[in-house]
Every structure is written in structure tokens, then in C-alpha cells.
């Protein structure tokens, strides 16, 4: 099973510059989510989707964009870069929000500096 | 509100002695409740998990935890712990809505 699978592990990226981070899951998990995390401040959710076709922000979306067109891929796009986004980001999937398959399973993160 | 706390940002134990991670939270209901594990570097790994029935439940690692409807707690306990256990923990807990909610976590550092 390769259950969550986040790439790149880890990128350095200009100022304005965009790139999408990529999430791939295969056990057909209907919730995916992206998380950022600091130091000090925990998990905060950044989006999340409850099936194909189907987004919502979380937390702290502002800066980043989503889209599910699968059930399998979930990428996250930082359309323009800025240093406050350096961060790990984690990708989670669930097989429910609800109820007890809501178990989350996370990608092992990418690490992301802005210079 | 929901929400979860952690209020332990630090905790420093000896290799062999008895752990106890705090985690409280705030909820209407009974909530699912969920602890994690982050080594250095790495994704963040289920322990356990709390459901309904036995309020205390067995993880993996030799951890268990035990869920206090009049605390609202849900503290992360382990008889003796092992200088591998050093890592971040996490606690969390879904409820109505679309979002997990995870506390700030408590780094756990072990001391030979």
C-alpha cells in the first residue's frame, strides 16, 4: 500500500514564483486535506475536499488554490510565493469526515522554503 | 467552539519512567478523539483512536489513553518509556463539520 503520497519532499522557490505540491492517495478516500505546519501553532488546515469536484478552505487558504478532479489527486498550488509560506505542508486523506472511517492518514510532508 | 488543547508544550522524562500527555478539548458532544505521533522529519503516525464504548483504549507502541466525559480530557499515557518515544505528539478530534481539529502538539524529549 503507498497510502498517502506527497511530492517533492522538499523545494526551495523564489519570491512570486508558483509551483503546485502534488497528493496522491490510493485507498480511494473520499476527504483530503492540505495542512501547514509552524512551530508553535500546530496543524492548520489550509483546504480540504469531500469528494471529486468538491473544495472548501480551511484555516488559512488565502495564498493557495486547490481542485480535485480525482479521487485520488489532490494538489495544492501556491500561486505566488511569499517567504510566510515557508513551512512543512502535510496532505491527509480519510475514507469520511464522519462517523467512525474517519481516521486520518497523513504523507510523510514536503518542506518549502520561499527566498 | 471546537477545539483542542494541549497544554504541555514540552515535557522532559528519564528512559524508564511513566509518561502522561494532556490533551483537553471542547465540544458539545462526545467527540472522536485521536493521538499522534510525529518523529523528526516525518508524516504524523496514528497511536489510537477513541470511538465510543471502553473509555480506555490501546495503541500501538505500548501507549494508551483514556477518555473523561466530566474533564473532557483524553490524556496519552505509557508505563516506561523508551528513548525511541522521543518525538512530537499530537492530539486531535473531529465532531459535526468538515475539519479535524488538532491541538499544538507537545514535544516529548527522553533522557537516558
Known amino acids: 500500500n503507498a497510502g498517502v503520497t506527497q511530492t517533492p519532499k522538499f523545494q526551495v522557490l523564489k519570491t512570486g514564483q508558483s509551483m503546485t505540491l502534488q497528493c496522491a492517495q490510493d485507498?480511494?478516500?473520499?476527504?483530503m486535506s492540505w495542512y501547514r505546519q509552524d512551530p508553535g501553532m500546530g496543524l492548520r488546515l489550509i483546504h480540504y475536499?469531500?469528494?471529486?469536484?468538491?473544495?472548501d478552505q480551511g484555516e488559512v487558504p488565502n495564498g493557495y488554490n486547490v481542485s480535485r478532479s480525482t479521487t485520488e489527486d489532490f494538489p495544492l498550488r501556491l500561486l505566488s510565493a511569499a517567504p510566510s509560506q515557508t513551512s512543512v505542508y502535510f496532505c491527509a486523506s480519510s475514507y469520511s469526515i464522519l462517523g467512525s472511517g474517519n481516521t486520518i492518514y497523513f504523507g510523510e510532508g514536503s518542506w518549502l522554503t520561499v527566498v | 467552539a471546537q477545539s483542542v488543547t494541549q497544554p504541555d508544550i514540552h515535557i522532559t522524562v528519564s528512559e524508564g519512567a511513566s509518561l502522561e500527555l494532556r490533551c483537553n478539548y471542547s465540544y458539545g458532544a462526545t467527540p472522536y478523539l485521536f493521538w499522534y505521533v510525529q518523529s523528526p522529519g516525518q508524516g504524523l503516525q496514528l497511536l489510537l483512536k477513541?470511538?465510543?464504548?471502553?473509555?480506555l483504549v490501546q495503541g500501538i507502541k505500548g501507549f494508551e489513553a483514556e477518555f473523561k466525559r466530566s474533564q473532557s480530557s483524553f490524556n496519552l499515557r505509557k508505563p516506561s518509556v523508551h528513548w525511541s518515544d522521543a518525538a512530537e505528539y499530537f492530539c486531535?478530534?473531529?465532531?459535526?463539520?468538515?475539519?479535524?481539529?488538532f491541538g499544538t502538539g507537545t514535544s516529548l524529549t527522553v533522557i537516558p
Open positions: 477513541y470511538f465510543s464504548g471502553d473509555t
Open positions: 475536499s469531500v469528494g471529486a469536484g468538491i473544495t
Open positions: 485507498m480511494n478516500h473520499e476527504y
Open positions: 486531535a478530534m473531529t465532531g459535526t463539520g468538515n475539519q479535524f481539529y
